[in-house]
Every structure is written in structure tokens, then in C-alpha cells.
């Protein structure tokens, strides 16, 4: 038996609305402000060691997902019913459609390539921070972003969003493009659109289909850990 996570009524659209309104606004709150208290207490962020900076901003993650778990606490015990007796008939019936969206995503970082562009802003922030903070960027990266991401750019949008298309749309069209903040808007910017949105809009499907957001959270953790995997074999053998 399936376990709805959402139930749509006319009674509760408006009930889930709010929750997914507030949860962007939340995340966005957080992600903006979070230089705030070291300007209110007039300490300067830059000359602080890395080791603070970095549980700082884990704290801070890990506040977000508090909220956010308290918010759609009932939304979360639903789905995590339903995870424990479907898991397996869900990886089944839906690592296809990762697999086309990560085909997706290798052909347009093909095409940017053969076309003279280089890896986007975010990537090569990424790749920098494994280099020099590993256990950090696995935890960030692998762990707490899929929750943070899945949670605000899939659950919190179809809470706003009913209509199947514009959700998918609208969701992966943010979530890719606040992947590309400081990348070159030009004639390629299309491409690293397509290659972040691909797997946007699978995650986004999946939830779709399922109405489970911790089937499109594992498909994330899994894509986030192969990426990071392949980040560390490169690092050491090259």
C-alpha cells in the first residue's frame, strides 16, 4: 500500500501553500543572511580560521533542515512509512529515468567542452573546497544538500505548485539556475542550464510519480556521492 504524503484537497491547498511558501522563504532567509550576525557583532568573517567558517556554516544547514523537518513533519512521517515498504519497487521502476537525465547531463557538458567553455562558477567551487576540506564537502555535498535542495526545490515547490508541468518546470528551472550564480551569461549559458536542470527535472518527476520526496533525496544522494566519487578518483590519480 501506497502512503500519500501529500493529499490534495480544496480544504488544505492553501494549508500547503503556506508551509512550501514559507520553507523557500526560510531557505532563501538563511542563504542570504547568513554573513548577518558576524556583521552585527562587527567581525570580520575573512579573518576567521576555516575550521569556524565551516562548522558555522553546517550549523547553519542543519538549522535549516530543522525547520524544515518541523514544518513538513507530517509530510515526512508519511513518506518515510511509505519509503520503508516500497523502497526497492521505487529504485527499481525509477533509476531509469535518473539514468536518461544523467545522459542528459554528460551531453551537454560534452558539448560545452567541445565548444571552449570550462567547468561553471559552482564546480569549480566544489572541486576547490574537496581539494582542501574533503570531509567537509562530503558531508555538505552529499548529505545535507540533498535534503536542504529536495525538501525546498521539489516538496516546497509541489506544495505551491499543483500542476504537474509548471511544477517540474518552474522547480528545475530555479534549482538549475541558482546552480549557475556567477557563470557567464553567453551563448553556452543554455548548455550548463541543461546540464543542471537535467537531473532537476528527473528528481522532480520522480517526486511527481511517487509523491515520496525521499525517492528523489536518495536519487540526489546517490548522484551528489557518484560525482564526489569520481572528483576523488581524478584527485588522486591525476
Not at 15 to 21: F, Q, S, V
Not at 68 to 89: G, Q, S
Not at 162 to 188: A, E, Q, R, V
Request: charged share 15%; with cysteine.
Amino acid at each position: 500500500m501506497v502512503i500519500n504524503m501529500i493529499t490534495r484537497t480544496k480544504e488544505n491547498d492553501f494549508k500547503y501553500a503556506i508551509k512550501g511558501a514559507l520553507v523557500i522563504f526560510i531557505y532563501f532567509l538563511f542563504s542570504i543572511g547568513q554573513t548577518f550576525p558576524f556583521i552585527l557583532l562587527h567581525i570580520n568573517i575573512s579573518e576567521l580560521p576555516e575550521y569556524i567558517k565551516i562548522l558555522y556554516t553546517l550549523a547553519v544547514e542543519l538549522l535549516m533542515i530543522s525547520i524544515i523537518f518541523f514544518i513538513f513533519d507530517k509530510e515526512f512521517k508519511k513518506a518515510w512509512e511509505d519509503i520503508k515498504k516500497n523502497h526497492l519497487k521505487y529504485f527499481n521502476k525509477y533509476l531509469k529515468y535518473y539514468i536518461i537525465s544523467v545522459i542528459v547531463m554528460i551531453a551537454a557538458n560534452l558539448c560545452i567542452n567541445l565548444l571552449g567553455g570550462g567547468m561553471s562558477t559552482n564546480e569549480t567551487t566544489i572541486r576547490n573546497e574537496f581539494q582542501i576540506f574533503p570531509i567537509y564537502t562530503f558531508i555538505s555535498a552529499v548529505i545535507l544538500a540533498p535534503i536542504l535542495e529536495e525538501s525546498v526545490f521539489r516538496l516546497a515547490f509541489r506544495s505551491i505548485i499543483s500542476n504537474d508541468f509548471l511544477f517540474i518546470t518552474i522547480s528545475s528551472l530555479i534549482f538549475g539556475g541558482l546552480h549557475l550564480i556567477g557563470t557567464p551569461f553567453d551563448k553556452l549559458f543554455p548548455l550548463y542550464l541543461l546540464s543542471y536542470c537535467s537531473c532537476g527535472i528527473a528528481f522532480a518527476y520522480i517526486l511527481k510519480k511517487t509523491n515520496n520526496i525521499f525517492v528523489s533525496m536518495f536519487f540526489h544522494f546517490m548522484h551528489n556521492g557518484l560525482i564526489l566519487a569520481l572528483q576523488t578518483f581524478l584527485f588522486i590519480f591525476s
